[in-house]
């Protein structure tokens, strides 16, 4: 059987499914819940030193089901970052170390643009004895109104700033989450990687409005009859995901851009960040979506919603069929195939050059044409010679 352990940024996990921040990473309790169910890793709900500035509405989840199966596809939130005090999650994480699970635990915090707070926030975190720190540049919805979240992690400047702040301040290993809600990703992601951060996580949930009661004209989810755009996750988020995940990974480790890295060649390549890990989030439900994750550069994935809909039993599921895929290939580990997908990208113009040389090559061999030395044989090599000739009347 395939070795699904992963080293990152020497955090050492039993497997790279790591939960994703959110409800299934809300308190001790269901964080253990996690930990015995062979998660690698959890990052618990996000963070901030004042929880009494948080206040979450009801109802805040809307979903998107197909229309025959039923199966959801979709999902959009309007839920805000943990609204429980600092004081009590300092205890529990505390309390989930003291433990000894297995897998690693990451903090996800989050604070306004304020250096006392954030170096505050990650001393605090540390004495508790966390493995390591997720920063939520990402959260759409809520947060941006006081500059936090999403508002930060779409401005560059301010972003590598606060990095700065807690890189100096942290002695574990620090991710940058991203928000998906930018039109280039790599610009966030390279200002986090200057700053000193460790790794990149990508990605928070899509900006969405999910419908409109057409009886009663409120868009969902309606509270007290009004609405603001969510944050959209789930299967459809996937192949978003992936395009972004692999922008990233081009930049951090390279291939794409019309520069396809050539067969056999093994990372890190030309990318410009090729030591640093990339975390990969977005409508994760199966060991097979993991893989194509890792294909992009990922070594981790995290699953959030996928844990809402089938439960913590989940990671068990997906550890046996990333590693039938391994198997199957006859990766041993999961470096063995990390990033391979990469060199697959190019440029449009490439796609078109290529193919237009697949096609000669096709119309020569149909008449038989020699187009490489290695062809020509010694009892039709008359016939063959007369093949390649072009003015025959003469
Ligand atoms: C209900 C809900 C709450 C979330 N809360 C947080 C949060 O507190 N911090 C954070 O960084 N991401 C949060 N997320 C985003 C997820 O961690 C993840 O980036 C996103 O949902 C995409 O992954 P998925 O399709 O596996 O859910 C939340 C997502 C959902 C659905």
Redesign the pocket.
């Known amino acids: 059987m395939a070795d699904l352990s992963v080293t990152v940024d020497g955090l050492e996990m039993p497997n790279p499914f790591v939960i994703?921040?959110?409800?299934p990473g809300t308190n001790a309790n269901v964080i253990n819940k996690a930990f015995d169910e062979g998660w690698g890793g959890v990052i618990a709900?996000?963070v901030s030193l004042d929880s009494s500035k948080v206040t979450n509405v009801a109802p805040r989840?809307a979903r998107m089901r197909a229309a025959k199966t039923r199966e959801v596809i979709g999902?959009q939130?309007i839920?805000l970052?943990?609204d429980r005090p600092f004081e009590v999650w300092e205890d529990e994480f505390k309390k989930i170390k003291d433990k000894g699970h297995d897998g690693v635990l990451i903090a996800?915090i989050m604070e306004e643009y304020t250096k006392d707070a954030w170096v505050e926030l990650v001393e605090r975190c540390q004495a508790c004895g966390v493995d390591g720190f997720?920063l939520?540049f990402?959260?759409p919805h809520g947060l941006p109104e006081r500059r936090m979240g999403a508002a930060m992690g779409q401005d560059p400047e301010i972003l590598e700033e606060v990095c700065g702040w807690v890189n100096a301040a942290a002695t574990i290993p620090v991710w940058a989450?991203m928000t998906p809600n930018i039109t280039h990703i790599e610009e966030p992601a390279r200002a986090a990687l200057r700053a000193g951060c460790e790794g990149i996580a990508a990605?928070?949930?899509i900006l969405s409005v999910m419908s409109v009661d057409l009886k009663t004209l409120r868009p969902e989810p309606t509270v007290e009859g009004y609405s603001v755009p969510g944050?959209y996750?789930?299967k459809a988020?996937r192949p978003i995901?992936l395009r972004m995940v692999m922008e990233l990974g081009t930049m951090m480790y390279g291939g794409g851009s019309g520069k396809p890295i050539p067969e056999g060649d093994e990372l890190p390549i030309k990318g410009e960040f090729p030591d640093r890990s990339l975390s990969a989030?977005?409508?994760?439900e199966t060991g097979e979506h993991a893989a194509q994750f890792i294909l992009m550069g990922a070594s981790t994935v995290?699953?959030?919603?996928?844990v809402?809909i089938h439960g913590y039993k989940l990671a068990s599921t997906m550890c046996e069929q990333l590693s039938a895929f391994m198997d199957s290939h006859e990766f041993a580990t999961i470096e063995d195939f990390r990033g391979k997908s990469l060199r697959y990208f190019t440029t449009h113009a490439d796609l078109v050059r290529r193919q237009a040389e697949h096609k000669a090559a096709e119309r020569a061999a149909k008449v038989g044409m020699v187009t490489k030395d290695a062809a020509w044989e010694g009892d039709s090599f008359v016939e063959q010679s007369d093949k390649l000739v072009s003015n025959k009347d003469d």
């Open positions: 994703g921040s959110g409800p709900k996000t989840y999902w939130n839920e970052i943990s996800s997720e939520n990402s959260c989450k990605i928070n949930t944050g996750s789930c988020v995901a989030i977005g409508g994760v995290q699953v959030c919603t996928g809402m």
